[in-house]
Every structure is written in C-alpha cells, then in structure tokens.
C-alpha cells in the first residue's frame, strides 16, 4: 500500500521528535496497517540516527533578546510601511 505526502511527512515528525501524541498514535496504527510505511519508518530512524549523537546547545540568552528585537523593529517597519 503506498503512502501519501502527510503519511510520509507524519513518519518524519514522528522520527525527529516532533510529532504530538496524537500524530504518535496515528503513526503507530500506520506502521502496524501499513508494510510501505513500516519501511519508511525503519529507513527513517536509520538514516536519521546519527543526529541523536549531537548534543544540543543552549542559545544565549542575550542572543535570544536581541533576536526578539530585531523581530519586533522588523514587523513595525514592515507595518509603516504597509500603511
């Protein structure tokens, strides 16, 4: 049984840590129905299990701030000049 695109996208989510609760549900009952997608998954979490070795490094919160900053100058100019 082949896939379509949100199928294949949700297997992704799923693999990269991002799916919800409900998504995990629907990919578990996906995987279990679905040989195509059961594949996918397995190649999925192959291919992607590297990047769990890489640790996460926290932004710098003065990084942050001025991120958050630049946003907001960015969305005012935008809005004046929308006007």
């Given at each position: 049984m082949t896939?379509?695109h949100?199928?294949?996208?949700?297997?992704?989510?799923r693999?990269v840590?991002?799916a919800?609760?409900?998504?995990i549900?629907?990919?578990?009952k996906?995987?279990?129905?679905?040989?195509?997608?059961?594949r996918?998954?397995?190649?999925?979490?192959e291919?992607?299990?590297p990047l769990?070795?890489i640790q996460?490094?926290?932004?710098?919160?003065?990084l942050?701030?001025?991120?958050?900053?630049?946003?907001?100058h960015a969305?005012k100019q935008?809005?004046?000049?929308?006007?």
């Open positions: 896939m379509n949100d199928q294949t996208r949700l297997l992704f989510d693999v840590g991002i919800s609760q409900q998504e549900h629907q990919t578990e996906l995987i279990r129905s679905n040989a195509d997608a059961a996918v998954f397995s190649k999925l979490q291919a992607l299990a769990k070795a996460d490094d926290p932004c710098p919160k003065h942050v701030k001025a991120t958050y900053e630049r946003l907001g969305k935008d809005q004046e000049e929308t006007r």
